[in-house]
């Protein structure tokens, strides 16, 4: 059987001064476009109107006018048609740009679909998505294992196996905030102000880099490892939403909670899923998500759920046959159980693990 595979291969681009000067305005332009087409949705919306399509949506949009720089700018070529690949030069065509110099790291397999490029700090790179059919194979793993995400511990395993937490925004949270500092204090858009901008993001792609390199290594070693994955099904934009309420309705224990959300983030575990999931299925295995309800207040040997049976962040004692564990083990092997019990019943409802559209799966499948 075969099946088909998007991935996407990203380089470093070599661009000279003036092609960095047409990246920018580009971005900055795709940056315009997409506010103003933001602005008038929202618009739309409240005054109870309709979505607005493409056609409709480009009549509105008035002539491009180019916004200073900023982190994070990039911009698409969705035809395929206007992209041309030259891997033996290292070098790639792209519209209004002409050829451009790449690192080619690795060959591209595959037949393009589309390209993004993408500014981090000073750097510039592109990302080209490609489709092919390749043959969809047996997983050479045979075990399952259930996996019990936290803050203390990143991920434990119903095996009793854990891993630490990277923390890659946390270890670098006082020397991000001691240069935001010097940059809050010079005069905005100077050239003092841009040399301490540029200090800033280098310490975002820093951050970026290790949580990505981190979570790139977990989740291979997991999938080349395992036949099935269960993980708690975590709503993690709603566990890592403010505290603070309104002017109205004050929320409580903000700080705390602010600090909670800054630890989830953190983490991770978002991408974590995402790169499990297609990883997985690169192997021929499969993950599942699994209810995350009380899995570290029941007892995985008399099933007994209370409260009482965590004493503590990282205690579980059972208040009814006495079962003592770690809470964080506890809950991976409850995760087990029931990734086992949704195999049993086959509910593809609740298996099912995640739907990605596939240019997202794409993009987070780059390394």
């Known amino acids: 059987m075969r099946m088909q595979r998007l991935q996407a291969f990203k380089y470093e681009l070599m661009p000279n001064g003036e092609t960095q000067r047409q990246l920018r305005r580009f971005a900055g332009?795709?940056?315009?476009?997409?506010?103003?087409?933001?602005?008038?949705q929202q618009a739309n919306h409240e005054a109870g109107e309709k979505f607005i399509g493409y056609v409709a949506m480009a009549k509105?949009?008035?002539?491009?006018?180019?916004?200073?720089?900023?982190?994070?700018?990039?911009?698409?070529?969705?035809?395929?048609?206007?992209?041309?690949?030259?891997?033996?030069?290292?070098?790639?065509?792209?519209?209004?740009l002409g050829w451009i110099r790449y690192r080619n790291s690795?060959?591209?397999?595959?037949?393009?679909?589309?390209?993004?490029?993408?500014?981090k700090g000073s750097k510039w790179f592109v990302s080209i998505q490609?489709?092919?059919?390749?043959?969809?194979?047996a997983s050479q793993a045979t075990t399952a294992i259930g996996i019990d995400l936290g803050i203390a511990r990143f991920a434990t395993f119903s095996d009793g196996t854990y891993?630490?937490?990277?923390?890659?925004?946390?270890?670098?949270?006082?020397?991000?905030?001691?240069?935001?500092?010097?940059?809050?204090?010079?005069?905005?858009?100077?050239?003092?102000?841009?040399?301490?901008?540029?200090?800033?993001?280098?310490?975002?792609?820093?951050?970026?880099?290790?949580?990505r390199d981190f979570l790139h290594k977990a989740t291979t070693t997991l999938s080349q490892n395992h036949a099935f994955v269960?993980?708690?099904?975590?709503?993690?934009?709603?566990?890592?939403?403010?505290?603070?309420?309104?002017?109205?309705?004050?929320?409580?224990?903000?700080?705390?909670?602010s600090g909670l959300n800054k630890a989830i983030l953190d983490q991770g575990w978002g991408k974590f899923r995402r790169q499990l999931d297609y990883k997985l299925a690169w192997k021929g295995g499969m993950l599942f998500a699994v209810p995350p309800h009380y899995t570290s207040q029941e007892c995985p040997e008399c099933h007994h759920v209370s409260a009482d049976n965590r004493q503590t962040q990282a205690r579980f004692v059972c208040?009814?046959?006495?079962?003592?564990?770690?809470?964080?083990?506890v809950g991976a092997i409850n995760v087990l159980e029931r990734g086992y019990r949704l195999l049993a019943c086959g509910d593809a409802a609740l298996s099912r693990s995640m739907k990605q559209e596939p240019a997202e799966v794409s993009q987070l499948s780059s390394v």
């Not at 905030?177 to 310490?203: E, G, L, T």
Request: charged residues 30%; glycine residues 4%; proline residues 4%.
């Open 130 to 137: 490609t489709q092919r059919e390749v043959e969809k194979i």
């Open 163 to 211: 891993l630490e937490p990277r923390n890659s925004f946390k270890t670098k949270a006082a020397k991000l905030a001691k240069y935001q500092r010097r940059m809050a204090h010079k005069q905005k858009f100077s050239n003092n102000w841009k040399k301490a901008q540029v200090k800033v993001q280098k310490i975002h792609t820093q951050i970026a880099n290790a949580r």
């Open 60 to 96: 509105h949009l008035d002539f491009p006018r180019f916004k200073r720089k900023g982190s994070g700018d990039s911009f698409r070529y969705p035809d395929p048609k206007q992209i041309k690949l030259d891997p033996g030069n290292s070098r790639l065509f792209l519209p209004k």
């Open 319 to 329: 208040v009814q046959c006495h079962y003592e564990n770690h809470a964080d083990h």
């Open 29 to 40: 332009s795709c940056r315009f476009v997409y506010n103003k087409a933001l602005a008038l």
């Open 230 to 257: 269960f993980i708690e099904d975590l709503q993690v934009r709603n566990m890592s939403k403010s505290a603070a309420g309104t002017a109205e309705n004050p929320g409580k224990n903000v700080a705390q909670k």
């Open 106 to 119: 690795r060959d591209v397999l595959g037949e393009l679909r589309n390209v993004t490029v993408s500014s």
